[in-house]
Nanobody, 124 residues
Framework: QVQMEVSGGGLVQAGESLTLSCTTS????????VGWFRQAPGREREFVAQ????????EYVDSVQGRFIVRRENQQNTAYLKMNNLNTGDTAVYYC?????????????????WGQGTQVFVFS
């Protein structure tokens, strides 16, 4: 599995914004879609969003639709998750993965290596 590095987490107040970065040194970055996931305390890891290889397609889970925006810069091997109007329900450790567009459900269910992720804590 490709090792991804996620950064940009922090402590923010509800209503504020935060941008996460997801990067890898692997040159295959532009060959794959990027999936974003999160795991809140005491809850199972869940899919958050994904962006296609060229960035033309995006998809979001209902709870973040309209608040989160994914984009990518293939020349920098980096994807971003812009999180606006954060609420306490967004508190979680966030992760990213490379994969095929229709494969992230399988990745979520079967992947055993997630790295450290980045912690986002939203307080009211």
């Amino acid at each position: 599995q490709v090792q991804m590095e996620v950064s940009g987490g922090g402590l923010v107040q509800a209503g504020e914004s935060l941008t996460l970065s997801c990067t890898t040194s692997e040159r295959i970055f532009s060959d794959y879609a990027v999936g974003w996931f999160r795991q809140a305390p005491g809850r199972e890891r869940e899919f958050v969003a994904q962006i296609s290889e060229t960035g033309t397609l995006t998809e979001y889970v209902d709870s973040v639709q309209g608040r989160f925006i994914v984009r990518r810069e293939n020349q920098q091997n980096t994807a971003y998750l812009k999180m606006n109007n954060l609420n306490t329900g967004d508190t979680a450790v966030y992760y990213c993965k490379l994969g095929y567009w229709n494969d992230f459900k399988r990745i979520l269910a079967s992947s055993t290596s997630w790295g450290q992720g980045t912690q986002v804590f939203v307080f009211s």
